[in-house]
């Protein structure tokens, strides 16, 4: 059965630096996602993607975060300068459309120090 | 804005007993979709189940069912015979459906750690 799936697994960083965690979405979906999930808190949306932009975004997104479709299968979510703050699970997600449930990535646990 | 409340921070049930998770939304779209996601402690989210809001009938997935009142907002998750396996956090979740290409994000409650005892 096909499934989103996320690089890495797990990514420690230095505060200030840049990191990009990668997803690739199950093949004939047009919908991408990316949802963050703070240890122990509800999980919050961030940005969703469509036809190669962006179609929504939170106020969590502000100017440090980046998406991006460099080809075909990978969808990427860049932080430019990380802060403590940013640490948490990042899920990414797609469905086939809007009717359609959204298939969840197992995440990428990111943790700043 | 859309809004999910999980009033139960946890719960504990006896296996092979049924357990309901409460769920209550609010938005003033009247096309929307309801979801339930269950996350076990290794952090992945599972996709349950799915209710339309212009669903006639109860949606239903094997052992789990979902309880929605329209009108009073509520789409509780029904867990038939619980098993050990049924441990986890369960998250409810709205979409709206008529947004006019964008605003299909899933707005997620605060979940519910429910716990299935031997």
């Known amino acids: 059965e096909p499934e989103v799936t996320q690089t890495p697994s797990h990514q420690v960083t230095q505060m200030g630096q840049e990191v990009i965690l990668r997803c690739v979405p199950i093949s004939n979906h047009l919908y991408f996602y990316w949802y963050r999930q703070i240890l122990g808190q509800k999980v919050e949306f961030l940005v969703s993607f469509y036809n190669n932009e962006i179609s929504e975004k939170s106020e969590i997104f502000d100017d440090q975060f980046s998406v991006e479709r460099p080809d075909g299968s990978n969808f990427t979510l860049k932080i430019r300068s990380t802060k403590l703050e940013d640490s948490a699970m990042y899920f990414c997600a797609s469905n086939r459309g809007t009717y359609n449930e959204q298939f969840f990535g197992p995440g990428t646990r990111l943790t700043v120090l | 804005a859309q809004k999910i409340t999980q009033t139960q921070p946890g719960m504990f049930v006896q296996e092979k007993e049924a357990v309901t998770l409460d769920c209550t939304y609010d938005t003033s779209d009247p096309s929307y979709g309801l979801f339930w996601y269950k996350q076990p402690s290794s952090g992945e989210m599972i996709f349950l189940i799915y209710q339309g809001s212009y669903d006639q009938q109860n949606a239903t997935e094997g052992r789990y069912s979902l309880n929605f009142q329209k009108a009073r907002k509520s789409a509780n998750l029904v867990i038939s015979a619980s098993q050990l396996g049924d441990s986890a956090m369960y998250f409810c979740?709205?979409?709206?459906?008529?947004?006019?290409?964008?605003?299909?994000?899933?707005?997620f409650g605060k979940g519910t750690l429910l716990t299935v005892n031997p």
């Open positions: 979740a709205m979409r709206l459906l008529n947004s006019g290409g964008s605003n299909y994000k899933l707005t």
